[in-house]
């Protein structure tokens, strides 16, 4: 039998006071909230690993979008790999509200 459990980041890359990142395990109705100094500076960065014993974790993708541009409602965001190569057919699906 083989365990896997995801430990993923999500934060937000940007000017000093901005800049964070947190931990998290991909279940149903996760929040994150950023309170953000310089909102036109900052990139929220989102990256996904895959932990199976033994091993210490696999890169799986990520995705960096500019805050400025980020639009609320729901939607399906384009995963990268390491070289910046968009994968075909894996989205992340996120609820964004901006207040």
């Known amino acids: 039998m083989r365990y896997v459990c995801w430990e993923n980041q999500v934060g937000i890359v940007g000017v000093p006071a901005d800049t964070g990142m ?5 279940v149903w109705n ?3 909230v950023f309170r953000l100094t310089v909102p036109v500076l900052a990139f929220l ?3 996904v690993h895959e932990y199976d014993l033994p091993d210490n974790g696999d890169f799986a993708g990520q995705t960096c ?8 409602g729901i939607r399906a965001v ?15 699906i996120v609820h964004f509200e901006l207040l």
């Open 30 to 32: 996760n929040e994150f």
């Open 22 to 26: 947190m931990r998290w395990r991909p």
């Open 65 to 72: 979008l500019p805050v400025s541009e980020i639009r609320p």
């Open 78 to 92: 384009p995963v990268y790999n390491r070289e910046g190569v968009q994968f075909k057919f894996v989205r992340l």
């Open 45 to 47: 960065l989102v990256e």
